[in-house]
């Protein structure tokens, strides 16, 4: 938990200079408190159910189930803003999913329904952060350096609650240990939450959720090849990329 603390907070600090340098006006406090909501749900309490996950399953096993977000976000996109079905949007989100789930997948291993229930929840967290924060950009002009703003500094607040309460007085020893480490994350959330944020502002849910994730899924095959080698670049992650292109140009194409 102190190791996303430090990432949440480096980039709730990135983009608040952004936004104080080229966000215009900041937000008022009606619209704080809706993307503080945002927030309290991803990534704030999803880092919560996502820690506890992996304590229960690994992190492995966490990392398959909590891939399958974008077909909530695409279900609860259709159910509670209208968005259409579409086969080829459908069906490139199952291939981007299954990527995801041969990138993470480890042979041979069970489960425990605690650590299931909760990678499951945090997938939903996404979900439902993806269609709350469609809605609320499609109805303000607000930049989305002050939006990434209240989302990263309301999870900031959540995280350190939760952090508090798991570990009391070793919480503050445990972000200093894990700050460099986890200071290239939190720039690289800095980036992505609101680019994010951009992507749900100028297209459907069902459009944007698959690709940021099949976007991650191409970095972790490309990052992993580069840092270590022949190790990452097995035929199951070959074919899981394989699954994340199909499944981004089906929808990309739609």
């Known amino acids: 938990m102190a190791g996303a603390f430090v990432g949440v907070a480096v980039a ?36 919560g159910f996502f820690v506890s996950s992996i304590k229960a399953i690994g ?17 609860l996109a259709i159910l509670f803003l209208d968005e259409g079905w579409r086969v080829a949007v459908l069906i490139g989100t199952v291939l981007v999913v299954a990527g995801g789930v041969l990138i993470s997948w480890e042979p041979g291993l069970g489960f425990r329904h605690v650590g299931v229930v909760l990678a499951l929840l945090v997938a939903i967290t996404f979900g439902v952060r993806d269609v709350v924060a469609s809605q609320f950009t499609s109805e303000t002009d607000l930049s989305i350096w002050w939006a990434a703003s209240v989302v990263l500094g309301t999870a900031v607040l959540v995280v350190a609650m939760i952090g508090l309460v ?66 990452e ?17 089906l929808i990309t194409a739609t």
């Open 166 to 231: 798991q570990h009391r007085g070793r919480f503050a020893a445990g972000v200093v240990n894990a700050a460099p480490s986890f200071v290239w994350s939190g720039l690289a959330i800095a980036v992505a939450l609101p680019s994010l944020f951009a992507a749900l502002d100028r297209t459907r849910v069902g459009v944007a959720a698959p690709l940021t994730n099949a976007a991650q899924s191409v970095m972790v095959v490309v990052l992993g090849a580069a840092m270590f080698g022949a190790r």
């Open 233 to 249: 670049r097995t035929p199951r992650i070959l074919a899981a990329l394989v699954f994340v292109v199909a499944g981004g140009t």
């Open 12 to 47: 709730a600090v990135c983009a608040l200079a952004v936004a104080l340098v080229v966000g215009g006006d900041p937000p008022s406090w009606g619209l704080i408190w809706r993307f503080a909501l945002v927030g309290a749900i991803a990534p704030g309490s999803s880092q």
């Open 59 to 75: 992190p492995a096993r966490s990392s398959v189930l909590v891939s399958t977000n974008p077909i909530w976000s695409v279900l």
